[in-house]
């Protein structure tokens, strides 16, 4: 069920104020999240096991711990990825709500 339709299907309009509060600190939370999460990828990115992997490529440095650090970036940048895309939408039916209500 889509957030818009369980906000409208309620009768107590402070009821659905109180509903639009709590999405809105969920939504506040995720952006945090999101940030966080880009943060902790750049950090992770600037570690020397990911710094320069053409030169250790070419020079056959790029081991098992230069593989590791880059899939755990992978995992870090596909995080932040998530969490912006779940604010998004989030956000995006918010808009949707208020509008609704116009």
Same mark, same amino acid.
Request: glycine share 6%; aromatic share 6%.
């Given at each position: 069920?889509k957030? =818009?339709?369980?906000?409208e299907?309620?009768?107590?309009?402070?009821?659905?104020? /109180?509903?639009?509060?709590?999405?809105?600190?969920?939504? =506040?939370n995720? *952006?945090?999240?999101?940030?966080?999460?880009? $943060?902790?990828y750049?950090?992770?990115?600037? /570690?020397d096991e990911?710094?320069?992997?053409?030169?250790?490529?070419?020079r056959? +440095?790029f081991?098992? $711990?230069?593989?590791k650090?880059? *899939?755990?970036?992978?995992? $870090?940048?596909?995080?932040?990825r998530?969490?912006?895309?779940?604010?998004?939408l989030? +956000?995006?039916?918010l808009? $949707?709500? /208020?509008?609704? +209500? =116009?």
């Amino acid at each position: 069920m889509k957030l =818009s339709h369980f906000i409208e299907d309620m009768t107590d309009l402070s009821r659905a104020e /109180r509903a639009e509060n709590i999405l809105l600190g969920v939504l =506040s939370n995720l *952006r945090n999240a999101t940030d966080n999460a880009y $943060k902790d990828y750049i950090d992770h990115e600037r /570690r020397d096991e990911c710094l320069g992997w053409e030169a250790k490529i070419d020079r056959g +440095e790029f081991g098992e $711990k230069e593989l590791k650090a880059h *899939r755990l970036a992978a995992e $870090k940048l596909g995080a932040y990825r998530a969490l912006g895309r779940a604010a998004t939408l989030l +956000e995006d039916e918010l808009h $949707k709500m /208020r509008a609704d +209500e =116009s």
